[in-house]
């Protein structure tokens, strides 16, 4: 891989990350309000919804997205194509959210309980907004993206701030207000990616066509079972906490487990949008043995930014509880977050792994060894939650992960050779253990929990970045940032 694809690699990773960084940022907070202003109850039945409205999202709509990213570029090329792409994603999007609304309308006028439709229609604006971001990415509307990504997450915590300013102390014993904000801000963010893309100005009966709907679902039903099997790994295990150990234990467990998951999926997201469109393009133009290499280099970025992450939650993971939580109860579950945070590690390296079979068009091993991963998790949370409680959930995701990568990588050394950066980890978990270890000093100071957190993220950070250097880990990034400066300078 040459230089320049490195240093572009690199600059796009710079480009999404700040925004992504932003985002799970918030995304803590809301984790710290959202419990305080809710009952203990009352967050756990808003996780098992939230968790609810994904996993119908995977089984729903996640074929209809998979293809717009397959097909936006190149049907976007004309005016024409536009409208048929639009027209074909509208319509089959429509076919499969409309069945749900009227599942959650017949549920919710049977039941009496509005939370059902309600959730129904967090689905449909959920869906409708990642449908259209996923084509922003694509079209390379890298602006308009980052900021209705950023308005999404910052807007739901604002509307749920003005929808809960009068709840009484002990705090609102049912999540209506949160799932109306949510969806409220998604619609909106679907509403404004519409008038950018001119989503409904190419929408035309005429240009609807069965040849190219099917295409769409030639591509993307296939990938039905492995959303689903991959969905059903990532998720069971909220599910199965809640139906064992009820809706207060799904609340302690889902709060610490979404402290890792917000940290990694905007890291896992920030990286894969910098990597994935030049590692096609490299396979386009140059061939898989270069697209191989742009693989290998991308594992390297996201080890690079991951392993750290996962050394500083790990080693500062009870003062963050104690900064975000205000209910005691939910600190129970802050061990939780070791166990997740090295766990989503394997999960995003694995996420690479994957890319060979999608290279070659052959996604049926990633069926099966996502399959068996989750038929695992399911299993030992079965087996193990009755008898150790929600903590076990967290070791079985980490183990779950674990083999979910072993089988990807295994495999996919058989279908297109790729080098793992073993030098790389090896330097870089050296310098994330000199991390971890100094930031957990730091948090043995008598100083106050704000204090101690950004101290111990100064000192985690500075000893990280000096190991790297001292390894010579760091060398192409500090070419690239001399260069950058040197530009800088002369302008």
């Given at each position: 891989?040459?230089?320049?694809?490195?240093?572009?690699?690199t600059?796009?990773?710079?480009?999404?990350?700040?925004a992504?960084?932003?985002?799970?940022?918030?995304?803590?907070y809301?984790?710290?309000?959202?419990?305080?202003?809710?009952?203990?109850?009352?967050?756990?039945?808003?996780?098992?919804?939230n968790t609810?409205?994904?996993?119908?999202?995977?089984?729903?709509?996640?074929?209809?997205?998979?293809?717009?990213?397959?097909?936006?570029?190149?049907?976007?090329?004309?005016?024409?194509?536009?409208?048929?792409?639009?027209?074909?994603?509208?319509?089959?999007?429509?076919?499969?959210?409309?069945?749900?609304?009227?599942?959650?309308?017949?549920?919710?006028?049977?039941?009496?309980?509005?939370?059902?439709?309600?959730?129904?229609?967090m689905?449909?604006?959920?869906?409708?907004?990642?449908?259209?971001?996923?084509?922003?990415?694509?079209?390379?509307?890298?602006?308009?993206?980052?900021?209705?990504?950023?308005?999404?997450?910052?807007g739901?915590?604002?509307?749920?701030?003005?929808?809960t300013?009068?709840?009484?102390?002990?705090?609102?014993?049912?999540?209506?207000?949160?799932?109306?904000?949510?969806?409220?801000?998604?619609?909106?963010?679907?509403?404004?990616?519409?008038?950018?893309l001119?989503?409904?100005?190419?929408?035309?009966?005429?240009s609807?066509?069965?040849?190219?709907?099917?295409?769409?679902?030639?591509?993307?039903?296939?990938?039905?079972?492995?959303?689903?099997?991959?969905?059903?790994?990532?998720?069971?295990?909220?599910?199965?906490v809640?139906?064992?150990?009820?809706?207060?234990?799904?609340?302690v467990?889902?709060?610490?487990?979404?402290?890792?998951?917000?940290?990694?999926?905007?890291?896992?997201?920030?990286?894969?949008?910098?990597?994935?469109?030049?590692?096609?393009?490299?396979?386009?133009?140059?061939?898989?043995?270069?697209?191989?290499?742009?693989?290998?280099?991308?594992?390297r970025?996201?080890?690079?930014?991951?392993?750290p992450?996962?050394?500083?939650?790990?080693?500062?993971?009870?003062?963050?509880?104690e900064?975000?939580?205000?209910?005691?109860?939910?600190?129970?579950g802050v061990?939780?977050?070791?166990?997740?945070?090295?766990?989503?590690?394997?999960?995003?390296?694995?996420?690479?792994?994957?890319?060979?079979f999608?290279?070659?068009?052959n996604?049926l091993?990633?069926?099966?060894?996502?399959?068996?991963?989750?038929?695992?998790?399911?299993?030992?949370?079965?087996?193990t939650?009755?008898?150790?409680?929600?903590i076990a959930?967290?070791?079985?995701?980490?183990?779950?992960?674990?083999?979910?990568?072993?089988?990807?990588?295994?495999?996919?050394?058989?279908?297109?050779?790729?080098?793992?950066?073993?030098?790389?980890l090896?330097?870089?978990?050296?310098?994330?253990?000199v991390?971890?270890?100094?930031?957990?000093l730091?948090?043995?100071?008598?100083?106050?929990?704000v204090?101690?957190?950004?101290l111990a993220?100064?000192?985690?950070?500075?000893?990280y970045?000096?190991?790297?250097?001292?390894?010579?880990?760091?060398?192409?990034?500090?070419?690239?940032?001399?260069?950058?400066?040197?530009k800088?300078?002369?302008?």
């Amino acid at each position: 891989m040459s230089q320049a694809t490195q240093n572009r690699m690199t600059k796009d990773m710079l480009l999404y990350l700040p925004a992504k960084i932003i985002e799970g940022l918030v995304g803590i907070y809301s984790i710290s309000f959202l419990t305080s202003k809710l009952t203990t109850g009352a967050y756990g039945d808003f996780l098992a919804i939230n968790t609810a409205v994904n996993f119908a999202f995977v089984i729903f709509c996640a074929w209809i997205q998979n293809s717009a990213v397959r097909f936006a570029v190149e049907q976007t090329s004309t005016s024409d194509g536009k409208k048929t792409f639009y027209t074909t994603m509208f319509v089959t999007w429509v076919c499969s959210t409309l069945p749900i609304l009227l599942i959650g309308a017949v549920a919710a006028a049977i039941s009496g309980k509005v939370i059902l439709l309600l959730s129904s229609l967090m689905f449909f604006a959920y869906s409708s907004f990642q449908m259209l971001s996923s084509v922003l990415i694509q079209l390379r509307k890298s602006a308009a993206y980052i900021i209705l990504s950023l308005f999404s997450t910052c807007g739901k915590l604002f509307l749920v701030f003005l929808l809960t300013l009068n709840v009484p102390a002990e705090g609102a014993s049912s999540p209506l207000a949160v799932i109306c904000a949510y969806s409220a801000i998604d619609i909106a963010a679907f509403l404004t990616a519409s008038v950018i893309l001119g989503f409904f100005t190419n929408l035309s009966v005429k240009s609807f066509t069965k040849e190219n709907a099917l295409r769409f679902a030639k591509y993307g039903f296939p990938l039905i079972g492995i959303s689903f099997s991959i969905g059903l790994l990532n998720i069971s295990d909220r599910f199965l906490v809640e139906l064992l150990c009820g809706s207060e234990s799904l609340a302690v467990y889902g709060a610490n487990y979404s402290i890792a998951s917000s940290v990694f999926t905007m890291l896992m997201t920030g990286i894969m949008r910098a990597v994935y469109q030049p590692m096609i393009k490299a396979l386009k133009d140059s061939g898989q043995e270069e697209a191989m290499k742009m693989l290998s280099g991308g594992v390297r970025l996201f080890l690079l930014v991951a392993v750290p992450a996962a050394a500083g939650l790990c080693a500062l993971c009870r003062p963050i509880g104690e900064l975000i939580f205000d209910k005691p109860e939910y600190m129970n579950g802050v061990i939780s977050v070791v166990f997740v945070s090295i766990g989503m590690i394997f999960l995003g390296v694995t996420e690479y792994c994957n890319k060979p079979f999608e290279i070659v068009s052959n996604t049926l091993p990633i069926l099966v060894s996502s399959f068996i991963a989750a038929a695992f998790n399911i299993v030992a949370n079965i087996v193990t939650l009755p008898i150790f409680g929600f903590i076990a959930a967290a070791v079985n995701t980490l183990l779950a992960y674990v083999l979910y990568f072993i089988l990807a990588y295994v495999r996919g050394q058989r279908v297109l050779r790729w080098k793992f950066p073993l030098k790389s980890l090896i330097r870089i978990i050296i310098s994330a253990a000199v991390c971890g270890i100094g930031a957990y000093l730091v948090t043995l100071l008598p100083i106050g929990t704000v204090a101690k957190l950004l101290l111990a993220v100064i000192v985690g950070a500075s000893a990280y970045a000096v190991m790297l250097i001292v390894l010579r880990e760091a060398d192409n990034e500090l070419a690239m940032i001399k260069s950058l400066l040197k530009k800088f300078k002369k302008v």
